[in-house]
């Protein structure tokens, strides 16, 4: 149980153009999901919080126009990574937390992500 | 001060040992704790919760939690190769609207 899916696993997109990161709770409904990016050796840094049915939060210095976050149901969030460049190259990660009130939160597998 | 602190690494320890891996965290309202590993390139899974002072243990992982010195730690027994990875404690801050922060993690090492 608690499985969440990422797609896609890795992405190489040129300078410019929008990229959409899909995750999904496959055997439990999420409320929250969570954007993560890490870069190189660098740990976890925590983008937004993502609600469902509601505006995501984001973390001090993460545009919000930039990285669009929806939450649309129960088992599923997307983030765009609008007008992409060369320094939005990252491993972008999700996590779900259960809405049946557990607080553990279960990674996706990550997206890699190249902007040329 | 981090609100989750560990020592980066490398932690070395030879196989068949025991490996500790400390935590130390900065609200003394937190409740909930949580020990995941990240292999290189990989997404962090999670290994163990704890959330009473004390112990737990689980197979060759003890989670070990002390709310009056705000400590917990992870001890994992008969090191494997296989759990070389980096070691993330993560902690629910109640005073950050439930939000879970991350350590930086603590990288190990198991040499044969």
């Known amino acids: 149980g608690a499985v969440v899916s990422q797609h896609p696993s890795r992405v190489i997109c040129k300078s410019g153009t929008s990229v959409k990161i899909e995750c999904r709770s496959l055997?439990?409904?999420?409320?929250?999901m969570f954007w993560y990016r890490q870069f190189p050796k660098q740990s976890l840094m925590l983008m937004a919080t993502?609600?469902?049915?509601?505006?995501?939060?984001?973390e001090q210095g993460v545009e919000k126009d930039k990285f669009l976050i929806n939450h649309a149901s129960l088992t599923l969030s997307t983030l765009t990574v609008t007008s992409a460049h060369p320094e939005d190259s990252s491993f972008y990660i999700c996590?779900?937390?259960?809405?049946?009130?557990?607080?553990?939160?279960?990674f996706g597998p990550g997206t890699r992500l190249l902007v040329l | 001060q981090k609100e989750v602190e560990q020592n980066s690494g490398p932690l070395s320890v030879p196989e068949g040992a025991i490996a500790s891996l400390n935590c130390t965290y900065s609200?003394?309202?937190?409740?909930?704790f949580f020990w995941y590993r990240q292999y290189s390139g990989k997404s962090p899974e999670l290994i163990m919760s704890?959330?009473?002072?004390g112990d737990k243990e689980d197979g060759r992982f003890t989670a070990q939690l002390n709310k009056a010195s705000q400590y917990v730690s992870l001890l994992i027994r008969d090191s494997q190769p296989s759990d070389s990875a980096t070691y993330l404690c993560?902690?629910?801050?109640?005073?950050?609207?439930?939000?879970?922060?991350f350590g930086s993690g603590t990288r190990l090492s198991i040499r044969p």
């Open positions: 996590s779900a937390r259960d809405a049946r009130g557990q607080e553990t939160q279960y």
């Open positions: 609200d003394r309202g937190s409740q909930s």
């Open positions: 704890i959330y009473s002072n």
């Open positions: 993560a902690v629910i801050q109640y005073s950050s609207a439930s939000k879970i922060i």
């Open positions: 993502s609600n469902e049915g509601s505006k995501a939060t984001y």
């Open positions: 055997d439990f409904q999420a409320t929250t």
